[in-house]
T-cell receptor, first 121, second 116 residues
Framework: AQKITQTQPGMFVQEKEAVTLDCTYD???????LFWYKQPSSGEMIFLIY??????QNATEGRYSLNFQKARKSANLVISASQLGDSAMYFC??????????????????FGQGTILTVHP | DSGVTQTPKHLITATGQRVTLRCSPR?????VYWYQQSLDQGLQFLIQ???????AKGNILERFSAQQFPDLHSELNLSSLELGDSALYFC???????????????FGSGTQLSVL
């Protein structure tokens, strides 16, 4: 089973509108972190936002917020007031303590397949 | 700027050759992770080093090897290159190597490897 699933290969949004990028995850570990990264066409991976499994409140970083629904195992990224510069690939990732084999994962990130976001003027 | 430096940015080579990718982590970071990004496999974890020692291995081929030096920079060596090794190779760093789910990984800009 996929650990991280991003079901939207591509999304379109009008400039200044809000957009939600979906992410669901699968883990039996009670302690985990969820991350979103942005990859523009230039290729670099830019950290956007983080949510810990024990965090009571949804994370926010400027125009980015994470809609964390633990029971549903979803961690959707919400971008408010989209800008043309938001056009990029967005990756959801998870960091666990224990991997599937019962060993320690030593903090590696497992990534989803990504969602390409296009912001129209 | 993430503070993680990768060189070179682009590398073009032929099948059968060997290349070395270099990564300097952020100041103070002890862990280095290598990831491979390809169109068909997505982002795949290759290997992690912490303070000079290998900590975790992912989907790394036997033709690939890595090491972390005393100054904490890391090198990823790819040998007997095949067409399918063409990918974007990322290095990331974090402060510790312990399984802290709270720690962020900061990525370099990547090395685009093209095997012709």
């Amino acid at each position: 089973a996929q650990k991280i699933t991003q079901t939207q290969p591509g999304m379109f949004v009008q400039e200044k509108e809000a957009v939600t990028l979906d992410c669901t995850y699968d883990t039996s570990d009670p302690s985990y972190g969820l991350f979103w990264y942005k990859q523009p066409s230039s290729g670099e991976m830019i950290f956007l936002i983080y949510q810990g499994s024990y965090d009571q409140q949804n994370a926010t970083e400027g125009r980015y917020s994470l809609n964390f629904q633990k029971a549903r195992k979803s961690a959707n990224l919400v971008i408010s007031a989209s800008q043309l510069g938001d056009s990029a690939m967005y990756f959801c990732a998870m960091r666990e303590v224990v991997d599937n084999a019962g060993g320690t994962s030593y903090g590696k990130l497992t990534f989803g397949q990504g969602t390409i976001l296009t912001v129209h003027p | 700027d993430s503070g993680v430096t990768q060189t070179p940015k682009h590398l073009i080579t032929a099948t059968g050759q060997r290349v070395t990718l270099r990564c300097s982590p952020r100041s103070g970071d002890l862990s280095v992770y290598w990831y491979q990004q390809s169109l068909d496999q997505g982002l795949q974890f290759l290997i992690q080093y912490y303070n000079g020692e290998e900590r975790a291995k992912g989907n790394i081929l036997e033709r690939f090897s890595a090491q972390q030096f005393p100054d904490l920079h890391s090198e990823l060596n790819l040998s007997s290159l095949e067409l399918g090794d063409s990918a974007l190779y990322f290095c990331a760093s974090s402060v510790s190597g312990t399984p802290s789910w709270r720690e962020k990984l900061f990525f370099g800009s990547g090395t685009q490897l093209s095997v012709l």
